[in-house]
């Protein structure tokens, strides 16, 4: 494990006392300016934090973990703090909740703020504009595990807990083709996440292979109102042919539920409906939505358990998939 940078450490350096030191970074007028230059520079150089919390910076164990999501609008996310939680307590360890509004700098800031706090681990779903996976072996360093969940880095060498997505997208396109659908579309998130792309690739080609003359357009939607409103531009027009939508997460079933709503089209009847889901939202319809199952508490479960075995001192890195089945509602 890595040193933390410490005063001693600087002081050592420049041939200055300890004192010196804790007063040029606090601006002390005593300090000449070119003291404080000399010792800011270094300070910065080994990237020497204040750490206020001197027994956590000891121990390196604080009995916390910190779980950092892009958003808490998502009931997925919910439910996988509310899985950590529950196990979390039962091991001593309390739990604190960062929202990152999928904001690579307040990312970067937390990543911070917890390396400071010498959290026990953190728990993190990256946002779509990560890209430097640095910040987080970092963490490493410092003995804080790290455990990508949901929306993880290509990298390989890291802990990963991941939904089985190409499983998920290939339940929910074998059942557009059980029940015999000529005209589909597929409503997907953002294109740049490997999330997307796994989950639109493995539809599009169970789908085709399935059936090669079936009618699949494609579409992007980052967030529920464009998904209501890209609905209600295609429908625009509806003619009555039979349509069935793929959503690919609870988001953009929400604004897609909506927009056919807001049409006054009745499913099965007029339009069918499946997507890929944590299996809150489908159950708020009647009839309820068919949904390949993705568990954001199974998810908590694993990454706890892979957590707890990186604090017993597991040291090698691992991809856990968790498994998705189909549940069957009324809306195909």
């Known amino acids: 494990m890595k040193p933390s940078p410490t005063l001693k450490k600087i002081a050592a350096q420049l041939n200055v006392s300890i004192s010196t030191v804790s007063r040029a970074l606090k601006d002390h007028p005593d300090i000449s300016i070119e003291t404080k230059r000399k010792i800011n520079e270094l300070a910065a150089l080994i990237e020497y934090d204040p750490n206020p919390y001197a027994v956590n910076l000891r121990t390196h164990n604080n009995k916390e973990f910190a779980i950092v999501v892009p958003s ?50 953190v728990f993190i779903s990256i946002t779509t504009e990560t890209k430097d996976i640095a910040p ?29 997505n ?36 493995t539809f599009n080609r169970v789908l085709v292979e399935g059936n090669p003359v079936i009618r699949l357009q494609n579409v992007n939607a980052n967030s529920a109102d464009e998904a209501e409103q890209l609905i209600l531009t295609m429908l625009a027009d509806y003619n009555g042919t039979y349509l069935t939508i793929f959503c690919m997460s609870d988001e953009i079933l929400t604004g897609v539920m909506k927009a056919v709503q807001r049409k006054g089209l009745k499913f099965p009847k007029d339009i069918g409906i499946i997507c890929i889901s944590d299996g809150m939202i489908p159950k708020l319809f009647y009839p309820e939505i068919t949904y390949a199952e993705t568990s954001g508490f199974k998810l908590g479960k694993l990454a706890l358990s892979r957590m707890m075995r990186c604090i017993a001192g597991s040291s090698f890195a691992q991809t856990i998939i968790d498994e998705s089945c189909l549940v069957e509602g009324g809306s195909l």
Not at 86 to 96: L, P, T
Not at 108 to 119: A, G
Not at 138 to 164: Q, S
Not at 177 to 199: A, C, E, H, W
């Open 72 to 121: 808490l609008s998502n009931f997925f996310y919910h439910s996988f703090i509310s899985s950590i939680e529950e196990d979390a307590r039962k091991h001593g360890y309390s739990i604190f909740i960062y929202r990152s509004s999928n904001d690579v700098q307040i990312e970067l800031e937390i990543l911070k703020n917890c390396r400071l706090k010498r959290v026990s681990g």
């Open 136 to 164: 987080f072996l970092k963490l490493d360093e410092y003995g804080i595990p790290v455990i990508f969940f949901d929306k993880v880095p290509a990298y390989e060498l890291c802990n990963k807990i991941c939904i089985a």
């Open 166 to 201: 190409e499983q998920a997208a290939s339940l929910a396109a074998l059942a557009i083709l059980k029940k015999g659908s000529n005209d589909v579309l597929g409503i997907f998130g953002d294109p740049n996440m490997p999330i997307t792309q796994v989950r639109y690739q």
